[in-house]
């Protein structure tokens, strides 16, 4: 193919011989759209509105779904801007469901940005434990944070860091780690022509080798006995197999782990234990996935970074964790709103430059660039606590003590910014607070003022088309 560069043909008839013409063929045919349904709001029985008929269920993911792009516009549901599913290239859900985490885990997405795969990882979690979302870079990481707290995310911490500062601060720290990495992108080609463009034939090399680096610093901050995935969105052998041998010959204490080819519907990578996704064998553009566990006991299992004792992150009636109160002051503005707004078991906040965080595990971060110190539940300002976009999102329709629920029509004008009209029964005094909700699910807040339920989406939220 013309719009193909000639050295990543090459390399391609190298791998993969007679298969080479089938491989060359599914580029003519069109890509696969997928969705992964978020497990903190729905799980696998419910497909929200969507009909089944539109749907293929993903073999790698039990809550993935391949949809058919001219049958259907997920993206424009409400129930999409309301956190119940996610929009994601079917191959893309292969890595956090082969590192699946447990609930309680301590888990690090150390390449995140936008996000899809920390949201998927926060839903194997169910809201226990700790999730670090790093990525590089601060202005990729806004859409993570969004896509976090559009999931209904109350565990993460989100920091934009490069690995060689994290490495020395979280030293035998997580119990699972997934190293998505920066690649050279040959499996999106199919999906996306300007990525072809943009690729040379160095590339690879020059990908391979940040690759090892990230991985060196990965390695180090996973327990023994932890587990760590390594996955990239390209073909070659320089980027994938041999990073990953690189990776073992400079560190005797990992090993790879089987991954279940069969379960996942997967081709095994050209080294035999490795996972591998090709587009003219599996719905879904080209990935590469392995699978890595420390085997070797280090001098000592304790982890370094200064950090209070793993805490029960097991969750009260309420779906929130309860801590000891540590700001008096800040704390008494924050539970008057909580009496008055919310119907929540009483549990401090750790405030930060004036915003107030649910802070999932107390940690040392300072020196780092740290882009969310935890659950966003609001601002104080001028005596008053401001409830975030974030908290609306985290909690349920059955913990405000005020909500709505829209009409289809009503909930899109909501979106669009505009104040609604309450039901005609919906008298209340003061000015509350009120959750905006669409088939019980929230979509933010709104502040009953003389009559009309003024909205407060923030302006990064408001959906233009």
């Known amino acids: 193919m013309k719009e193909l560069p000639e050295s990543f043909l090459i390399n ?7 298969e080479y013409e089938s491989f060359i063929s599914s580029y003519h045919e069109p890509t696969r759209r997928g969705l992964r349904l978020n497990l903190l709001k729905t799980n696998t029985s419910v497909i929200p509105g969507l009909t089944r008929d539109s749907l293929t269920q993903v073999l790698w993911c039990p809550e993935g779904y391949v949809y058919l792009p001219d049958d259907s516009r997920p993206s424009k549901s409400l129930l999409y801007h309301a956190g119940l599913f996610y929009i994601q290239e079917p191959s893309a859900m292969c890595p956090a469901a082969v590192l699946r985490p447990k609930p309680g885990d301590r888990v690090l997405d150390l390449c995140a940005a936008p996000g899809g795969k920390s949201v998927q990882l926060a839903g194997y979690m169910q809201g226990q434990g700790l999730l670090v979302s790093n990525d590089a870079s601060p202005s990729r990481s806004r859409a993570l ?3 976090l707290e559009m999931a209904g995310v109350t565990n993460a911490i989100v920091l934009t860091e490069m690995p060689h500062r994290l490495a020395p601060r979280f030293q035998r720290f997580f119990d699972c780690i997934l190293v998505d990495a920066p690649c050279s992108g040959e499996g999106m080609f199919r999906r996306d022509i300007d ?26 901050m996973l327990r023994p006995g932890g587990r760590l995935v390594y996955s990239t969105c390209t073909f070659n ?4 197999e041999g990073t990953v041998a690189a990776f073992l010959e400079a560190h005797s204490d990992f090993e790879l782990l ?3 080819h069969d379960k996942l519907g997967v081709s095994t990578g050209l080294d035999g234990k490795t996972a591998r996704i090709w587009p003219h064998r599996a719905p879904g553009e080209g990935h590469f996935i392995a699978l890595f566990t420390k085997t070797a006991k280090t001098d000592s299992d304790t982890p370094v970074i200064a950090s209070v ?11 929130l964790l309860r801590y000891a109160r540590n700001d008096r002051e800040v704390c008494d503005e924050f539970h008057v709103y909580c009496d008055e707004n919310l119907k929540i078991a009483d549990f401090s906040v750790e405030t930060i430059g004036g915003r107030l965080y649910h802070i999932p595990e107390a940690l040392d971060l300072s020196g780092l660039r740290v882009a969310r110190s935890g659950w966003l539940l609001g601002e104080l300002s001028k005596g008053r606590f401001t409830p975030s976009q974030a908290l609306a999102m985290g909690i349920t329709k059955d913990q405000a003590r005020y909500s709505v629920e829209l009409s289809e029509s009503d909930a899109f004008r909501y979106l669009k910014g505009e104040s609604i009209s309450p039901p005609e029964d919906f008298d209340l005094p003061g000015k509350p607070w009120v959750l905006i909700c669409y088939q019980g699910h929230p979509l933010g807040w709104a502040r009953l003022v003389q009559g009309r339920l003024k909205n407060h989406l923030p302006t990064s939220w408001v ?3």
Do not use: W
């Open 12 to 18: 391609m008839q190298e791998i993969l011989g007679d």
């Open 145 to 147: 944070v969004k896509n």
């Open 195 to 220: 990525a072809a463009k943009a690729y040379t034939s160095n590339k690879p090399e020059a990908c391979g080798a940040l690759q090892k680096e990230i991985l060196r610093h990965a390695g180090g």
């Open 237 to 240: 052998r320089l980027e994938n």
């Open 258 to 260: 089987p991954i279940d």
């Open 309 to 319: 004792a793993k805490q029960s992150s097991k969750r009260t009636n309420t779906g």
């Open 463 to 465: 959906v233009l088309a």
